[in-house]
């Protein structure tokens, strides 16, 4: 009796490579579920301009940073954010700006100020 032919395209581990596969994938997204964490997404996030205002007590730093128009869904509408919330989006500048106002008109434009040291 002759032995059946096996076909050359299924190989003995090949179901096992399938299986590790899903069950890998399977696993990253359910540790992404478990620890409630966002994915960062890296960005080539444009500084507009940066200006300075300058007042008899008061010394302001302001910034006005641009992100894609296609961000606008991840900024938060209800609320200013944190310095954790705007680096989660890809924002990347030194500590000690403060998001400090919400331009309806164009929400994609975040606008930052910080305190700048009085002159001597």
Same mark, same amino acid.
């Given at each position: ?53 300058? $007042? ?33 989006? $890809? ?30």
């Amino acid at each position: 009796m002759a032995e059946p032919q096996k076909s050359p395209h299924l190989k003995p581990w090949g179901l096992s490579i399938y299986l590790s596969i899903y069950l890998s994938i399977y696993i990253f997204f359910f540790f992404l579920w478990r620890c409630n964490s966002r994915i960062i997404i890296p960005l080539n996030v444009a500084v507009q301009w940066e200006h300075h205002h300058y $007042g008899d007590k008061l010394l302001v730093a302001v910034k006005h940073v641009v992100l894609p128009r296609e961000m606008t869904k991840y900024i938060p509408k209800s609320h200013l954010m944190s310095e954790d919330e705007w680096r989660q989006l $890809g924002v990347q500048q030194s500590q000690g700006w403060i998001h400090y106002m919400i331009h309806e008109p164009e929400p994609h434009i975040l606008l930052f100020r910080r305190p700048l040291p009085p002159k001597q």
